[in-house]
């Protein structure tokens, strides 16, 4: 079908509740959505949730629950969320969804039958919040490159996916398909950092925990949740490598893949590769997207600055988040978040700019002409200027708003609003009025308004929907074709502000007060539930820690890392240890000479950033600080009991 457009979100990971920086995903995938429809197209738009994993299977045993009372939990919350910000999805997807755990299963068996899947073992780094493997080269100051976190050393029997020998297959795409990369910069990142330096085969299975889809051939295995969720775009409409439906004919392959710029990697590697040894078609564009900070930081409980979605939508309506989700994120770059910002913005650009020129032009109609308002000539300077203005929108927006370009897109019609207000003073309606001789110019007046006023309720449905359904109530049209003019006149109603405008001042205090009690309460929740919350060992595991007392002989900064500092130790062995500690924003080198601290002395020597590190020293998380546990009059090598 040629005007058909399938349109997918990455599925929201069911571990917890959705943040405003998880919610720009299905935002902008729903902006899109609604825009394809303007034109035209045929859209099919899928969202969802992800529901596997390890962290789930924790986060279930924690909650004293099983993992699927827990993910029919937060996959109702992420539906709640998405429903909170209008989101016109056609079908929402689980991914423990009976259907879709069985078409995983066949795909897997059907690699395997033909060789693209192997067992092997696996040995190496493993982030259990990003459900993602490492070679320990990956690793970002032997954190995960991705989030940032801990890794944990896994050893397992698992089956691998033959990435490799699919990868010229995969840059030969790259180079047939220029659009495949939004924006094109993550195309150099992909072949750079991962195809260039040579692909790895994929671990493609688990063993070590049970909340997964099982391989059928082999149920002491679960499919690797990557696997399992990235075959939710096919699945989710009927693929099946044993007898595929109507609808994944008409709509495969997917014409926009909407994710985090987190996520490129499996999306535009392992996610080609598995359909590459399917024998199926590619997706035609992958759309990495910024992330949202709070205001220049990742958001935490702990720091009291997560803002959900559905929260900031009661408060201030859901077009006021969507409008700032979509005005204030750029095509390539990070944006952010603050509560001054979103008030700012909203009083600027809705309460002022937009609001205010619909509410006075609908009064001076009803004021002027009893509501009605018809096309009238001849036209002068200021009419043909505006007329000029709307016809130039209207071209430009098709093209920003074809390449994805929200922000700029709505910044361009923002300032087709201000225009708007600026003619208004150049016409002065209240002038007009005064003079009987003036009526033909003020209701000439009157209508170029209202028809710049109905585009603008076009151009902007897509952004804020319930707004423009507001507008089009008002002016009593409902007319969708942009071309200026073609409306012969205008009844209109009842002049109603759109959008209230805030008191900045009252409302920051309330809003700083609750992230105040958000933090207190969770420093509180912390504190009750101890930091017991990894698993149970017995004391015969713990007694094969050996922690010894050391003293700091020498310390420098590692010049490769901002973090690491280089430590040199006397743990009473005669011979001098080194270890490499994650400590540098929290503790100078003069600080911590002459010091003695508690080392892991048997722990296994890791190479970090250059540094071979023969230990790890104890200290504790204090909030959003780290601090190093010191011994006072403890001689170096004595064993900590």
């Given amino acids: 079908m040629s005007n058909k457009f399938y349109?997918?979100?990455?599925?929201?990971?069911?571990?917890?509740?959705?943040?405003?920086?998880?919610?720009?995903?299905?935002?902008?995938?729903?902006?899109?959505?609604?825009?394809?429809?303007?034109?035209?197209?045929?859209?099919?738009?899928?969202?969802?949730?992800?529901?596997?994993?390890?962290?789930?299977?924790?986060?279930?045993?924690?909650?004293?629950?099983?993992?699927?009372?827990?993910?029919?939990?937060?996959?109702?919350?992420?539906?709640?969320?998405?429903?909170?910000?209008?989101?016109?999805?056609?079908?929402?997807?689980?991914t423990t969804d009976d259907y879709h755990e069985k078409a995983v299963q066949h795909i897997f068996k059907r690699l395997y039958d033909q060789g693209d899947i192997y067992k092997g073992k696996y040995e190496g780094k493993y982030c259990v919040p990003c459900e993602s493997f490492f070679t320990p080269s990956q690793l970002k100051d032997g954190k995960c490159p991705d989030c940032g976190r801990d890794v944990i050393d896994a050893h397992e029997e698992a089956y691998f996916l033959r990435l490799s020998k699919y990868a010229d297959k995969l840059l030969e795409y790259y180079e047939n398909t220029p659009d495949f990369f939004l924006p094109e910069s993550r195309k150099a990142e992909m072949i750079n950092n991962f195809i260039k330096p040579g692909l790895n085969d994929l671990c493609v299975s688990r063993s070590s925990f049970k909340w997964g889809v099982p391989v059928e051939f082999d149920p002491e295995h679960v499919i690797y949740v990557w696997i399992d969720a990235l075959s939710n775009y096919i699945t989710g409409i009927g693929?099946?490598?044993?007898?595929?439906?109507?609808?994944?004919?008409?709509?495969?392959?997917?014409?926009?893949?909407?994710?985090?710029?987190?996520?490129?990697?499996?999306?535009?590697?392992?996610?080609?590769?598995?359909?590459?040894?399917?024998?199926?078609?590619?997706?035609?564009?992958?759309?990495?997207?910024?992330?949202?900070?709070?205001?220049?930081?990742?958001?935490?409980?702990?720091?009291?600055?997560?803002?959900?979605?559905?929260?900031?939508?009661?408060?201030?309506?859901?077009?006021?988040?969507?409008?700032?989700?979509?005005?204030?994120?750029?095509?390539?770059?990070?944006?952010?978040?603050?509560?001054?910002?979103?008030?700012?913005?909203?009083?600027?650009?809705?309460?002022?700019?937009?609001?205010?020129?619909?509410?006075?032009?609908?009064?001076?109609?009803?004021?002027?002409?009893?509501?009605?308002?018809?096309?009238?000539?001849?036209?002068?300077?200021?009419?043909?200027?505006?007329?000029?203005?709307?016809?130039?929108?209207?071209?430009?927006?098709?093209t920003l708003m074809d390449a994805y370009r929200n922000a700029d897109a709505t910044d361009l019609v923002m300032n087709f609003a201000k225009r708007c207000n600026k003619y208004i003073d150049e016409t002065a309606p209240w002038v007009l009025a005064k003079d009987e001789a003036q009526k033909g110019r003020l209701e000439s007046v009157m209508y170029h308004l209202l028809e710049s006023i109905r585009i603008l309720s076009v151009l902007l449905e897509p952004i804020v929907p319930n707004c423009c359904k507001g507008i089009k109530a008002q002016i009593n049209c409902d007319n969708t074709d942009l071309a200026f003019g073609v409306t012969d006149g205008f009844n209109v109603g009842e002049a109603t502000p759109?959008?209230?405008?805030?008191?900045?001042?009252?409302?920051?205090?309330?809003?700083?007060?609750?992230?105040?009690?958000?933090?207190?309460?969770?420093?509180?929740?912390?504190?009750?539930?101890?930091?017991?919350?990894?698993?149970?060992?017995?004391?015969?595991?713990?007694?094969?820690?050996?922690?010894?007392?050391?003293?700091?002989?020498?310390?420098?900064?590692?010049?490769?890392?901002?973090?690491?500092?280089?430590?040199?130790?006397?743990?009473?062995?005669?011979?001098?240890?080194t270890v490499a500690s994650g400590i540098a924003q929290y503790y100078t080198p003069d600080e911590l000479v002459g010091k003695t601290v508690v080392v892991v002395a048997n722990l296994k020597p890791a190479t970090l950033c250059g540094v071979e590190s023969c230990g790890m020293i104890l200290a504790a998380d204090s909030g959003d600080d780290v601090k190093v546990i010191f011994l006072d009059g403890v001689e170096p090598g004595s064993k900590i009991r």
């Fill in 498 to 577: 759109l959008f209230a405008r805030i008191d900045a001042e009252k409302v920051l205090k309330e809003l700083a007060a609750e992230m105040e009690a958000a933090k207190a309460a969770a420093a509180k929740k912390e504190a009750a539930e101890g930091v017991a919350t990894m698993a149970e060992i017995t004391i015969d595991q713990f007694a094969k820690v050996e922690l010894r007392a050391a003293k700091i002989l020498a310390c420098e900064p590692v010049k490769r890392a901002k973090k690491l500092l280089k430590l040199t130790l006397d743990d009473g062995s005669g011979k001098e240890r």
């Fill in 7 to 94: 349109i997918t979100t990455a599925i929201a990971y069911t571990s917890r509740k959705p943040h405003i920086g998880n919610s720009y995903d299905i935002v902008l995938a729903d902006m899109i959505a609604r825009y394809k429809r303007m034109r035209g197209f045929d859209v099919y738009f899928m969202t969802g949730s992800d529901e596997h994993g390890q962290k789930i299977e924790e986060q279930a045993k924690e909650a004293g629950i099983t993992p699927k009372e827990y993910v029919d939990n937060v996959s109702g919350q992420i539906k709640m969320v998405w429903d909170s910000l209008d989101v016109t999805y056609d079908k929402f997807i689980r």
């Fill in 239 to 398: 693929y099946d490598p044993e007898g595929s439906g109507e609808l994944y004919s008409k709509l495969w392959p997917a014409d926009l893949h909407v994710i985090g710029k987190d996520i490129v990697r499996f999306h535009t590697i392992y996610w080609p590769v598995l359909l590459l040894a399917l024998g199926e078609p590619l997706p035609k564009q992958v759309l990495g997207h910024p992330w949202v900070l709070f205001g220049e930081d990742k958001m935490s409980k702990s720091k009291g600055n997560v803002i959900y979605a559905d929260e900031l939508a009661a408060r201030f309506g859901s077009d006021a988040v969507r409008y700032y989700l979509l005005s204030e994120i750029p095509f390539a770059q990070d944006g952010n978040i603050t509560y001054e910002s979103f008030i700012n913005r909203y009083n600027t650009d809705l309460a002022n700019t937009l609001g205010n020129l619909v509410n006075r032009t609908v009064a001076m109609t009803n004021k002027y002409f009893g509501g009605v308002a018809n096309k009238c000539a001849p036209l002068d300077e200021f009419d043909n200027d505006i007329i000029k203005c709307a016809n130039e929108t209207v071209e430009k927006y098709y």
